[in-house]
């Protein structure tokens, strides 16, 4: 009889005993699941230390560029680019470019603005500074010294900064004082022992587990973009592994290289150490619980919402006593809402309502001081009633929310926004079942107190101008006004402030500013309501309001109302640049809100032309609020443009199809029939 080996070697079959054929089966099962596992094992052990291999690479190109090997270090850097994950991926990519801006042709673009056909050795010794590759720093700020000697300070300041990061203090330290000196700082001396000092304090804190933390905590939570940064805070975790004694202190330091591998993009090395503390702490609930709603949670930023929902229920299921429950039970019915499957999203806020959740529980940063869970749930209930439009049961479940299960907070400016914003929801409630006396009242008693927002104040005096009562309206502010001023006087406030600065303090005064833009658009003075346009605020690439872009938008709005008259002056202030923001924003933003017919032309000419990409967004932006017409315009942007209008065009189209419906607009109030004096 022939073996097995054999009879396979020959192609013929061989029979063996069932009890025979079962054990190598099992055999074989086996076999195949260990092989499996020492494969997985393997690549989760690579993925741990990845970084320390990109980090080597980084360095050794950055040795070759010192070495005027600028081919070979390109080699690398491109072996890394098309090798590594994409967080990696992408600094390789920045680092060539950094690279090519530098170095002569043929890799330098000589249409870039970097471009030196002699390269340029002060970006070069850049280059090998932020590769970590010191030596090949301060062998490129020399050359740099000699082809442009009245930089000299400055090159000495870097070759001083890369031997203190070499690890040569004293000889960094003795360049750096002669460079004070030169520049006849005071108390060089003081500031040199001060370095000294504090050289010696971090490295007495990297020797227990509680200060490395620290440190690394300070190192990358203090938003430097720097690869070489986040890797020397990676190695000095690293260093920390072998002082590791509870599940506790592992948690809160791999936690800690999870987030400095989330600042580099390594999505996979980030799961492989979740893995590995997965695997060392098992049968700790909280650990595995608080590991499960990390990974639901960037399921969900990557837009991968079902997943997210499976494993956000998996954590409500398996960990129903952790501390995690409250915050997967709430993002459950926050999915489901976002789905528009209001039913179920009511069902689970009401889990979370019913549960045993601590509304009290620390929230996730400095501005979320608790969670909150109830009070959340119950607004919820409340938006997803009015988004089902039963008015009524979103008017009793915002009342729950304000009456039962209050917001609470030890922040002052997080109490108070929160307030605001309840109010301004039970507002949309009432006026959506027609009390508009009610919604009214509630404004007019905030006006008296603690002020409206923007959008509070623009929606009050939309509502009077509905009643056709705005000069009701205008006489409250000022009894208001001389109400505040009166009681500030009798308690001796703001006796030493000018009195314009008073009066800008008083709590109407974002409703006496939005009356004053009003009353520009009602005398037509375009002239005024363009200045306001092109104030100064924070940066926008969508129009979405911010604390600072209420005028704007406001004189955007009234400009809007202008029609063909507005549109041309508009028109006529501006013209269409090719370069830079070009116009200011928010006049894009009241040209796309103007019906004019002779405003989607304009705003298409000035579209097609911007490469900022603020400008283009905001371009597009406008463009969108043209209906039909404009979608076209933006679609046809999709397909041919480039760059940022490109991109633009892209994610707005991606935008209108997920965008929810318009919601039903309240009845308007009868003329004559809103409050006309202050509530007692």
Same mark, same amino acid.
């Given at each position: ?15 063996? +005993? ?11 099962? &086996?076999?195949?699941? !260990? ?31 010192? $070495? ?27 680092? =060539? ?11 330098? @673009? +000589? ?7 002699? $390269? ?28 442009? +000697? ?34 006849s700082v005071p108390d060089v001396e003081q500031r040199i022992e001060e370095i000294r000092q504090s050289r010696r304090q971090r490295e007495e804190k990297s020797k227990d587990l509680e200060s490395i933390l620290g440190l690394a905590h300070k190192g990358y939570s203090q938003g430097y973009s720097s690869d070489r940064r986040y890797f020397r805070v990676l190695e000095l975790l690293e260093s920390a592994l072998p002082m590791v ?15 400095? %591998? ?14 590995? =503390? &997965? ?26 919402? @079902?997943?997210? =929902? ?12 952790? !501390? ?21 999203? *009511?069902?689970?806020?009401?889990? &979370? ?10 929230? $996730?940063? *400095? ?11 119950? =607004? ?82 939309s509502l009077y101008e509905g009643a056709v009562q705005v000069e009701d309206l205008v006489r409250m502010v000022g009894a208001a006004d001389a109400a505040t001023l009166a009681m500030y006087k009798e308690k001796g406030y703001y006796q030493d402030m000018p009195p314009q600065k008073v009066r800008e303090s008083l709590p109407s005064a974002v409703l006496r500013e939005l009356l004053h833009i009003r009353n520009f658009g009602q ?14 605020? !924070? ?30 002056? *508009? ?15 928010? %006049? ?7 019906? !004019? ?25 406008? *463009? ?47 003329? $004559? ?8």
């Amino acid at each position: 009889m022939l073996s097995v080996e054999a009879s396979l070697r020959h192609g013929r079959a061989c029979r063996l +005993p069932p009890m025979v054929s079962a054990v190598v089966a099992i055999g074989v099962v &086996l076999a195949g699941a !260990s092989w499996c596992y020492a494969r997985h094992a393997k690549d989760n052990n690579a993925a741990l230390y990845r970084w320390k291999e990109v980090r080597a690479s980084f360095q050794k190109a950055g040795r070759l560029i010192g $070495g005027e090997r600028l081919e070979e270090a390109r080699e690398i850097l491109l072996s890394v680019k098309q090798s590594s994950p994409k967080g990696y991926a992408q600094r390789a990519d920045w680092h =060539l470019a950094w690279l090519d801006s530098a170095i002569p042709a043929p890799h330098a @673009d +000589p249409e870039s603005p970097f471009y030196d056909p002699n $390269g340029r050795p002060e970006e070069l010794a850049m280059v090998c500074f932020k590769l970590e590759a010191y030596e090949a720093a301060i062998h490129w700020t020399k050359k740099a010294s000699q082809t442009d +000697p009245a930089r000299a300070k400055t090159h000495a300041g870097i070759v001083a900064r890369c031997l203190y990061e070499m690890r040569k203090i004293e000889s960094g330290l003795e360049l750096y004082r002669a460079l004070l000196r030169k520049a006849s700082v005071p108390d060089v001396e003081q500031r040199i022992e001060e370095i000294r000092q504090s050289r010696r304090q971090r490295e007495e804190k990297s020797k227990d587990l509680e200060s490395i933390l620290g440190l690394a905590h300070k190192g990358y939570s203090q938003g430097y973009s720097s690869d070489r940064r986040y890797f020397r805070v990676l190695e000095l975790l690293e260093s920390a592994l072998p002082m590791v004694r509870t599940n506790n202190e592992r948690q809160r330091l791999y936690g800690h290289i999870c987030k400095c %591998l989330y600042k580099v993009g390594d999505e996979e090395g980030r799961t492989a150490w979740e893995n590995r =503390l &997965l695997q060392e702490t098992k049968g700790d609930v909280e650990i595995a619980a608080t590991v499960s709603v990390d990974r639901a949670q960037r399921a969900y930023y990557a837009k991968r919402y @079902d997943d997210a =929902l499976r494993r956000y229920r998996d954590v409500c299921k398996r960990f129903p006593a952790s !501390s995690q429950f409250g915050t997967a039970q709430f993002n459950v019915a926050v999915i489901l809402k976002e789905q528009k499957e209001y039913d179920q999203a *009511i069902t689970e806020y009401h889990k &979370l309502i019913d549960s045993q959740v601590n509304d009290r529980d620390p929230g $996730g940063n *400095i501005m979320v001081v608790f969670r909150n869970y109830r009070h959340r749930a119950a =607004l919820g209930i409340s938006n997803c009633y009015l988004e089902q439009r039963q008015y009524e049961k979103a008017l009793e479940y915002a009342y729950l929310a304000r009456d039962k299960h209050k917001y609470q907070s030890s922040c002052g400016t997080c109490f108070e926004g929160a307030g605001a914003s309840l109010q301004y929801h039970i507002e949309t409630c009432l006026l959506h079942l027609g009390r508009h006396t009610e919604a009214v009242q509630m404004g007019l008693q905030d006006l008296k107190q603690t002020g409206l927002g923007a959008g509070r104040a623009s929606r009050l005096i939309s509502l009077y101008e509905g009643a056709v009562q705005v000069e009701d309206l205008v006489r409250m502010v000022g009894a208001a006004d001389a109400a505040t001023l009166a009681m500030y006087k009798e308690k001796g406030y703001y006796q030493d402030m000018p009195p314009q600065k008073v009066r800008e303090s008083l709590p109407s005064a974002v409703l006496r500013e939005l009356l004053h833009i009003r009353n520009f658009g009602q005398r037509r003075d375009y002239d005024a309501l363009i200045t306001i346009c092109e104030s100064p605020a !924070s940066a926008t690439d969508d129009f979405s309001p911010s604390w600072d872009r209420w005028p704007q938008v406001a004189a955007g709005d009234a400009l809007a109302r202008g029609g063909d008259e507005a549109a041309t002056a *508009i028109t006529s202030h501006v013209e269409v640049t090719e370069e830079g923001l070009g116009v200011p924003v928010w %006049l894009v933003y009241a040209l796309g809100k103007n019906p !004019s017919a002779k405003t989607l032309p304009w705003l298409e000419a000035h579209a097609w032309k911007r490469t900022n990409w603020y400008a283009a967004s905001c371009a597009v932006h406008a *463009i969108s609020y043209k209906g039909e017409s404009g979608r076209r315009i933006i679609e046809q942007m999709a397909r041919k443009g480039e760059g940022n209008l490109k991109l633009a065009a892209e994610r707005l189209l991606t935008s209108l199809a997920d965008a929810a419906a318009e919601p039903d607009k309240w009845p308007n109030p009868e003329p $004559g029939s809103l409050p006309k004096r202050l509530p007692q």
